[in-house]
């Protein structure tokens, strides 16, 4: 049996643990990883080697500055701030919310913009007493949207621009990707406000001692306005420090100063800083990043594409190829990590459609465009996993909400991708 056949059907098993929600995802994640790794898909070492990236170092660093805000009372105070501004409605919150993620993640990390907002978006839910889960999945949706508005929103956009000029095909400005990534933000924001809020799941599902868990401050412990402002300080300066990142100061090494710094102000302890890093949502990315490797080195995608790309023809409609790209770009992403997803399609997909003579630059927007819509299963997105345990979240949760934002895009996409590349 090849590798690649391997690697699909340990892929389904996983797909369906995943579904049924009976085993923990970080358990399925990384005995998925594992058994590939066994069955020589993958070397022993690629199941650990996330675990010392930066996506690893950035998401554990993000939760400690996120459990910092509720430690130094920031977290109430802006929650308080936005309640009185947006009023205690289901609707008010998830507008400011929706609004504030997609504008940040057009120029930050998608996983450091929700784990930044994510314990003001719990304070201001709980004060309005309101579904704290409700609230989390267009959160974390929108941080995967939002990075549609900039060339730079996401890696993925910038692995799909590099690896298109390398073949000598001038690509995007920096605003460009707005040219449909606004639209898209417009549609998502309707989706959500009208029916998208509807396929939510009905109630609270979130823990009730998670939360006092996660938002209590330390017992005995008065807020200083003294390292209430060294944390907003810090907060901001990561804002601004990670829209300016770059290779010497990278956002992974921003948010490790960050936390760096808040422990040795006492604005959290490092007792607390161990407790806010929730292990499980790690032990997910790291499982499901090994799982992307082999999903690459096995041929398992490229051999999806082939399948597709037979299915087509010699000279297929251009519509229905630009169709095609979107469609088989949001299912891989939904498997594998969306710079995987782009690093495995562009390559491919690129040259096709240069020999059929559709706009090579059309096909690379729809690829950033749907490498960035992560909305069918938990682990699509660091984004996604954040918000499981706060929200105590399934398959189901994001699924349903999912497919009918999937489809928004692809219509969205359809019609704005053509009218500003022509096929």
Not at 156 to 172: C, R
Request: one cysteine or more; a neutral charge.
């Amino acid at each position: 049996m090849s590798p690649a056949v391997i690697t699909l059907l340990v892929l389904a098993v996983m797909v369906a643990l995943f579904v049924s929600g009976k085993v923990p995802l970080g358990l399925v994640s990384m005995a998925g990883a594992l058994l590939l790794a066994i069955l020589g898909v993958i070397d022993k070492a690629d199941v650990f080697t996330a675990f010392s990236g930066s996506t690893i170092i950035l998401l554990g660093g993000m939760m400690i500055v996120g459990q910092a805000l509720f430690h130094t009372g920031v977290a109430d105070m802006l929650a308080n701030t936005l309640v009185k501004m947006t009023g205690v409605s289901e609707n008010g919150i998830m507008i400011a919310t929706v609004l504030t993620a997609l504008i940040l993640s057009s120029i930050c990390s998608g996983v450091g913009v929700v784990a930044m907002l994510l314990p003001i978006v719990i304070a201001m839910a709980m004060k309005a007493k309101i579904s704290v889960s409700r609230q989390l999945i267009p959160l974390s949706f929108a941080a995967s949207v939002g990075c549609n508005l900039t060339l730079i929103g996401a890696a993925s956009n910038v692995s799909t621009a590099g690896l298109i000029e390398d073949m000598g095909i001038p690509f995007l400005g920096f605003f460009d990707l707005g040219k449909v990534g606004i639209p898209v933000c417009i549609a998502f924001l309707v989706y959500y406000l009208t029916i998208g809020k509807k396929f939510l799941t009905p109630g609270d599902t979130s823990d009730p001692e998670y939360l006092k868990e996660y938002t209590e401050k330390e017992p005995g412990y008065k807020f200083s306005p003294l390292k209430g402002t060294i944390c907003i300080v810090v907060l901001l300066a990561l804002l601004v420090a990670m829209v300016f990142a770059d290779k010497s100061f990278p956002m992974y090494f921003i948010a490790a100063l960050a936390c760096v710094i808040l422990i040795a102000t006492g604005c959290i302890s490092e007792k607390q800083a161990m407790k806010a890093v929730d292990w499980p949502t790690l032990f997910i990315v790291g499982g499901m990043s090994a799982v992307s490797k082999a999903m690459s080195s096995s041929g398992a995608g490229a051999m999806i594409t082939d399948l597709v790309t037979n299915m087509l023809g010699q000279n297929p409609n251009k519509f229905i190829f630009l169709l095609f790209v979107l469609i088989l770009t949001m299912l891989l992403t939904n498997m594998m990590m969306n710079t995987s997803t782009v690093v495995l399609v562009t390559p491919l997909l690129i040259p096709i459609a240069v020999s059929l003579g559709i706009n090579p630059v059309a096909v690379g927007v729809a690829i950033c465009v749907a490498a960035s819509a992560p909305f069918l299963t938990p682990v699509g997105s660091g984004t996604n996993t954040l918000v499981i345990k706060p929200g105590n979240l399934g398959f189901r949760d994001f699924f349903v909400p999912g497919v009918g934002l999937s489809l928004v895009i692809l219509v969205v996409s359809m019609i704005f991708i053509p009218m500003f590349w022509p096929l």
